[in-house]
């Protein structure tokens, strides 16, 4: 099972559906997801809550002031099926630099720009815009 497209979905579904918050089990890349998701602009919040010996992950989204979601489109790049590898000179821009794309490598779980900054390639996750 590919446990980022389904984080990926379920965050399209609850912004389509106007939910506040989603709540999803725990992993350390779901994390990591959702911290660059923060410090980007396209969720509130997010915090790890522990319920016994599992941890899960809360996200709080964000929307506009007429209730238009942040996030308007996100895609899943690399696949179980068909892993997509950039490197660092070769990183795709998203919407002309109006989106990120989400980039696991050596390095850490990073976007596009800090990947290019720090001149690293690696696996492209996903693209959001």
Do not use: W
């Not at 919040?45 to 942040?70: C, M, N, S, T």
């Not at 895609?75 to 997509?84: A, E, I, M, N, Y």
């Amino acid at each position: 099972m590919d446990t980022i497209a389904d984080f990926l979905t379920r965050l399209r579904n609850a912004y389509q559906a106007h939910h506040p918050t989603l709540q999803v089990q725990a992993s350390f890349v779901r994390n990591e997801i959702a911290r660059i998701l923060k410090e980007q602009g396209y969720i509130e919040d997010y915090q790890v809550i522990e319920e016994g010996k599992k941890q899960f992950l809360r996200v709080l989204l964000r929307y506009g002031p007429r209730q238009e979601p942040a996030l308007r489109q996100i895609t899943r790049v690399s696949k179980p099926g068909r892993r997509l590898y950039a490197s660092a000179v070769k990183l795709p821009e998203v919407a002309n630099g109006l989106g990120i794309a989400i980039i696991s490598t050596s390095r850490g779980i990073m976007t596009d720009k800090e990947a290019r900054r720090l001149n690293v390639g690696g696996e492209i996750l996903c693209f959001i815009r």
